[in-house]
């Protein structure tokens, strides 16, 4: 049985150790999943977006991810940083037949890559980046590990990338098929992604970017669960 000590000595006790509680930084993140998670397990954990949060604003801090980063001192920091320009699903809009309409391509790409290279140089001891498979691979380096919703309890297919620091990898938490359908034009697609893109484009990306509730509490489970040894 778990018994909170001094919360002013940030510390919880168990009958077998102690350790500590941490300041824990959701950058990128307005759904307020992955924090609300670590809150459940009485961290002291805040999110942060250019957007207000769908959560409890008390802990949100609504301004720019690398301020936040730099800006105070955290034990660990979990990125979720936009992918527009990131990802190989986006690749087409690079070729060079897009270029009339789409002529700022490959400097927003530079932009997006500067700025997640930011985030992870961050002088935090514990950090997770989450991104699809993407650039990153080629202009910073291959991933930590590829983790799916189908492991985590969510009938979905969505291979996305963490990039580590002082973690360790996440371990599957609950093994379920995905729900696959084939589309007309041959390939193949998650049922939910499929909704998604039915939906008005405002709303499209933030149902598609919301962290899978599964991965949230793998990440506080894991990461957060203070049963478990945390490395430095
Ligand atoms: C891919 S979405 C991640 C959403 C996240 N998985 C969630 O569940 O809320 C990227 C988020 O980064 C935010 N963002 C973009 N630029 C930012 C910046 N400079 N500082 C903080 N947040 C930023 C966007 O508003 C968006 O919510």
């Not at 990153?136 to 297919?157: A, C, K, M």
């Not at 509730?213 to 793998?218: K, L, S």
Request: with cysteine; glycine share 6%.
């Amino acid at each position: 049985m778990l018994r909170l000590r001094s919360p002013r000595k940030n510390q919880v006790a168990s009958s077998r150790q102690a350790w500590r509680l941490m300041r824990v930084l959701v950058n990128c993140e307005n759904s307020a999943r992955v924090r609300d998670a670590f809150r459940a397990l009485g961290h002291d954990a805040w999110s942060c977006d250019i957007l207000p949060t769908e959560g409890d604003p008390a802990w949100h801090v609504e301004g720019d991810a690398i301020e936040a980063a730099y800006g105070a001192q955290w034990d660990l920091m979990i990125a979720h940083p936009p992918c527009t320009y990131l990802t190989c699903a986006g690749n087409k809009w690079f070729k060079p037949e897009y270029a009339h309409r789409f002529p700022n391509r490959p400097q927003q790409r530079e932009e997006a890559v500067a700025f997640v290279l930011r985030l992870a140089a961050a002088p935090i001891p514990r950090i997770a980046i989450e991104n699809p498979i993407g650039t990153l691979s080629r202009r910073w380096r291959r991933p930590d590990q590829i983790i799916q919703p189908y492991e985590y309890g969510h009938p979905d297919r969505k291979p996305t990338c963490l990039w580590l620091k002082g973690l360790p990898k996440l371990t599957p938490t609950k093994l379920v098929q995905p729900n696959i359908k084939r589309n007309r034009n041959g390939r193949t697609a998650s049922v939910h992604h499929d909704a998604a893109l039915r939906l008005p484009p405002e709303e499209r990306w933030k149902v598609r970017s919301m962290t899978y509730q599964g991965w949230a509490d793998a990440m506080a489970d894991q990461w957060g669960n203070p049963g478990e040894p945390l490395l430095l």
